[in-house]
């Protein structure tokens, strides 16, 4: 006769505790969701603004050998965009058989251009294609 009075009473003892858990929880989330409500105060403008770049590029300095002569490098060309039979090459557009840099454009194509002088030629792609990923 006792075992039948302990059953009920741990039932409720049980329904009794899981809804004061599920009370303090939803008072628990109430509160997570009013501290993102509130208004946070970040850094201003003008701070960010006088923050230096955080990447450092090393700049290698060479060292001349005695008798050396010192060559100045011209900076690579780089091929943005193609438009009919126009070029825009570092920045700028060029025409078909216009001069970049010493270099005239003899071939403007779908996807590069060829550029020539007395010494060489030289193909700028545009873009690199990459082998690894494919869209279908």
Do not use: C
């Amino acid at each position: 006769m006792k075992k039948l009075w302990i059953i009920p009473i741990l039932g409720v003892t049980l329904y009794a505790n899981s809804e004061n858990r599920s009370e303090s929880l939803i008072a628990e989330y109430k509160n997570m969701f009013n501290k993102i409500g509130e208004k946070r105060i970040g850094v201003e403008d003008r701070e960010i603004d006088a923050l230096k770049a955080p990447f450092v590029q090393v700049e290698k300095k060479k060292t001349a050998s005695k008798g050396a002569v010192e060559q100045k490098s011209e900076p690579p060309f780089v091929l943005q965009a193609i438009l009919n039979n126009s070029a825009k090459i570092s920045g700028k557009w060029y025409p078909l058989h216009g001069e970049v840099n010493g270099m005239k454009i003899v071939s403007v194509r779908n996807n590069y251009v060829w550029l020539k002088n007395d010494e060489y030629r030289k193909k700028l792609t545009l873009g690199i294609k990459n082998e690894k990923i494919s869209i279908k």
